[in-house]
Antibody, heavy 125, light 107 residues
Framework: QVHLVQSGAEVKKPGSSVKVSCKAS????????ISWVRQAPGQGLEWMGE????????NYAQRFQGRVTINADGSTGTAYMEMRSLRSEDTAVYYC??????????????????WGQGTLVTVSS | DIQMTQSPSSLSASVGDRVTITCRAS??????LAWYQQKPGKVPNLLIY???ILTSGVPSRFSGSGSGTEFTLTISSLQPEDVATYYC?????????FGQGTKVDIK
């Protein structure tokens, strides 16, 4: 049984940083990538970026490039998303999710098949 | 970057109605198209991938079709438990863009 368990809710001040973790269990971490998706209150899903842990490679949506860092620790099966220079518009639920990357041992590219429970990040002064 | 455009943005239909949602990609994405269902207050759930393959456990009233730039999600007989927002996503490469979502409720 695959589980992605995210760290708990955060309340941050504008201008500060937040780091959200996502621990995977029940699957083979090295054949999957981890994407981060956010959802502002009442809004749609927004893809932020991804990491392929076995290679350490990352890919970001242009609007987050330079302000977000996504990485992973293969030894613990944990991925991380750090966002800097937070502003009120970053208030959202942040999700991690798993996908088969292109060329993985199981084929791919694949969709986001398992999701974490979400982490609410509130940015407020 | 590829843009994904869904229509309509919302719809209201009666129980038993056939419902169709369209997703258009700004460039050819072959069949690397997924549909997700997000019920109110819940985590998104993968419904369909490779444009037309149902995830295990998804009721057969759901179907997907299309390739290239135009895709559809069809619910053949709308049920109360289908009230949700549905998102398409291009998952081929580069930014894995989502459509803006289609909110489905019961009339």
């Amino acid at each position: 049984q695959v589980h992605l368990v995210q760290s708990g809710a955060e309340v941050k001040k504008p201008g500060s940083s937040v780091k959200v973790s996502c621990k995977a269990s029940g699957g083979t971490f090295n054949i999957y990538g981890i994407s981060w998706v956010r959802q502002a209150p009442g809004q749609g899903l927004e893809w932020m970026g991804e990491v392929i842990p076995i290679f350490g490679t990352t890919n970001y949506a242009q609007r987050f490039q330079g302000r977000v860092t996504i990485n992973a620790d293969g030894s613990t099966g944990t991925a991380y998303m750090e966002m800097r220079s937070l502003r009120s518009e970053d208030t959202a639920v942040y999700y991690c999710s798993r996908f088969l990357f292109a060329g993985s041992a199981m084929g791919g590219p694949g969709p986001l098949d398992y999701w974490g429970q979400g982490t609410l990040v509130t940015v407020s002064s | 970057d590829i843009q994904m455009t869904q229509s309509p943005s919302s719809l209201s239909a009666s129980v038993g109605d056939r419902v169709t949602i369209t997703c258009r990609a700004s460039q050819d994405i072959s069949d690397y198209l997924a549909w997700y269902q997000q019920k109110p207050g819940k985590v998104p759930n993968l419904l369909i991938y490779t444009a037309s393959i149902l995830t295990s456990g998804v009721p057969s009233r759901f179907s997907g079709s299309g390739s290239g730039t135009e895709f559809t999600l069809t619910i053949s007989s709308l049920q109360p438990e289908d009230v949700a927002t549905y998102y398409c996503q291009d998952y081929n490469s580069g930014p894995r863009t989502f459509g803006q979502g289609t909110k489905v409720d019961i009339k």
